[in-house]
């Protein structure tokens, strides 16, 4: 088997559409942080969310955060909530900022953030700083919604603004309605393995035309209106590039058949592993009002299950970073932490690895970070389990059904 499996590849589109907006920029000299394509972009994700939103298109998801938070205010000394269970760039943005994010576990069957926990944080952190959190960012893990109808009602109450990261969820749904246009802002992302890729760039969903206006200045360096070059405020360089936004524009026309795609092959995996006991999909069917784009499939293993290799699936330390950071070389030498996937799911790992097929643990949980071992956090134990549970299978338009029965087969041939 000389192909390798991935988890999630750029995909563009046949029609070659990305080339095409790309070569405009070159051939009107539009290579530049602003222009057409950025224009276009920003038009074309405004009408697929909807709402009355107003979208602002950036050089990543994570200044996409670090406005949003800016936009709500927050600043040093601050507490922000932020769902444990996700990648770093939820929280890394409130503590750039120095403000401290305060971190909530999941519920059991969305995996998001859950919305009695939350209550309980705000009420607790109330009580002991006399201040309420001054935003809270739910995140739509894997593509799957969070209880947005229970956090809305819930951050209403408090008057506490609401930062949805759907940087996984582009095309998720809630019922009927499309991820990131719930809270006061929305936080997409087009990494180069997300659901539609600008090869990297973000975008944040406004609530209106003056919030718009806002952080469009924030993220031009805060240039007032004066024929020079005059500052009253902090600003930031985080516009997206109109070379990136043509690719933008491109993916804009796959962005369906890719939701299309992941979900397919979603279907395809609960179906085939339906009967292997020990191993569940992650699916979508406890909540009618729930539809996940599936971004990543995602499976959990039973400490019970066993899987070759098992006794000696941590005896090597992994060289270079997890997702191949652009060549980043920063080896640990170590092999455990304090919280780690189960044996068998790393066994499990190094056993698809050989056979050419890329699978990855869950993110591991904020609060289990040492970066964050000292921040305040209200548990279940929820996300700790999936973290030692769970890995994330190859999705999206790179793989194939034959792929995805190659995979199956190999998971099972792993088992003992
Ligand atoms: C990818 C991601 C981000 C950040 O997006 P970038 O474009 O990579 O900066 C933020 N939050 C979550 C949950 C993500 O998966």
Known sequence: MAKRIYLNLAHMSESGAEMKYIQEAFDTNWVVPLGP???????????????DKQIVVL??????????????GVGPGDEVIVQSFTFCASAHPVTYLGATPVFVDSEADSWNMDPELMEHAIKERLRIKGRLPKAIIPVSLYGM????????????????????DS??????????????????????SFNGNKMITTSGGGALICPSAEAKQHIMFLATQAREAYPYYQHEIIGYNYRMS?????????????????????????????????????????????DPRFRSNFWLNTITLEPSLHVKGEAEAYNHAV???????????????????????????????????????????????MHLQPVYSSN?????????????????????????????????????????
């Open 37 to 51: 394509n950025v224009n276009g972009f920003e038009d074309d994700l405004q009408r697929y969310i909807g709402h």
């Open 59 to 72: 050089s990543s998801g994570t200044a996409a955060i670090h406005l949003a938070l800016l936009g709500c």
């Open 145 to 164: 919604p969070y209880r947005i109808d229970r956090i809305m009602e819930i951050a209403d109450r408090y008057g506490i603004p609401v930062i949805e």
């Open 167 to 188: 940087a996984e969820g582009l095309g998720s749904c809630f019922d009927g309605r499309e991820l990131g246009s719930f809270g006061q802002y929305g936080i997409l």
């Open 242 to 286: 109109n070379v990136c936004a043509g690719i933008g524009r491109g993916q804009m026309t796959v962005l369906n058949d890719h939701i299309e795609h992941h979900r397919h092959i979603f279907d395809f995996y609960r179906e085939m592993l339906a009967d292997v006991e020990g191993i569940t999909v992650h699916g979508e069917d406890f």
């Open 319 to 365: 060289e270079g970073a997890v997702g191949g950071a652009a060549g980043v070389v920063h080896s640990s030498g170590q092999v455990h932490t304090s919280c780690e996937p189960n044996a068998n799911v790393e066994a499990m790992r190094l056993a698809l690895d050989r056979d050419g097929i890329e699978s990855r643990p869950l993110w591991k949980p």
């Open 376 to 416: 305040p956090a209200f548990v279940n134990g929820v996300s700790e389990r999936l973290f030692r549970q769970g890995l994330c299978l190859p999705s999206g338009p790179c793989v194939t059904d034959d792929d995805a029965r190659y995979i199956v087969e190999k998971i099972k041939d792993a088992i003992v």
